[in-house]
């Protein structure tokens, strides 16, 4: 696959599909490294500079290589182009969340929920912003809500609702969630 994107490289280095698959076969052939995937998205962002998803893929490596703060940059950029891109608003409010920063992280996944009522994703995340604002009631149904939209592989949703019974302090109903879960 990555000699094909190289040969459509070499007779249109224009060609976005060719940039996009060199960029997502590197992060497949160096997982750990991105060697030669930085460079790539970067012509990527180059050559669409108006669309969001160049911006996204390279927030995510660069999140991936631990390099948060510019990760949230790129994130930025995408969401200049598509502000209402879930998938972006999820990514950058991990970053919230990270950072402690819990009503900026709700306020992200609000927005991300209402482009996409069925992102489990957002859902889990969201619980945990409002458990950390104290809305354990709000990140209670948040759990759910996810569980109830197949969350039950991820188990983000029922880790929640356990952390909720221990903020409320019934550690036995935590107990018998997690026990259950597994």
């Not at 750990?32 to 996204?56: I, N, W």
């Not at 104290?134 to 929640?160: F, K, M, N, Q, T």
């Not at 221990?166 to 969630?177: I, K, M, V």
Request: aromatic share 6%.
């Amino acid at each position: 696959g990555l000699d094909a994107a190289d040969r459509a490289i070499l007779s249109n280095p224009a060609s976005t599909d060719a940039w996009t698959a060199r960029c997502c076969l590197l992060s497949l052939q160096h997982p750990r490294t991105f060697d030669g995937v930085m460079e790539a998205c970067q012509r990527l962002m180059a050559l669409k500079p108006r669309e969001s998803e160049p911006y996204h893929e390279y927030g995510w490596i660069l999140r991936r290589l631990g390099r948060d703060g510019e990760a949230a940059v790129a994130y930025r950029q995408a969401l200049a182009i598509d502000p209402n891109r879930p998938i972006t608003l999820v990514h950058l409010a991990d970053l919230s969340l990270i950072l402690r920063r819990f009503e900026e992280a709700r306020d992200l996944l609000d927005k991300a929920i209402t482009g996409d009522e069925r992102f489990v994703h957002a859902y889990v995340r969201r619980s945990l912003a409002r458990l950390h604002l104290g809305d354990v009631e709000g990140a209670r149904a948040d759990a759910i809500r996810s569980v109830g939209l197949g969350d039950s592989g991820y188990s983000g949703g029922v880790v929640v609702m356990a952390l909720g019974d221990l903020r409320e302090g019934d550690a036995s109903a935590a107990s018998t969630r997690l026990e259950r879960f597994m």
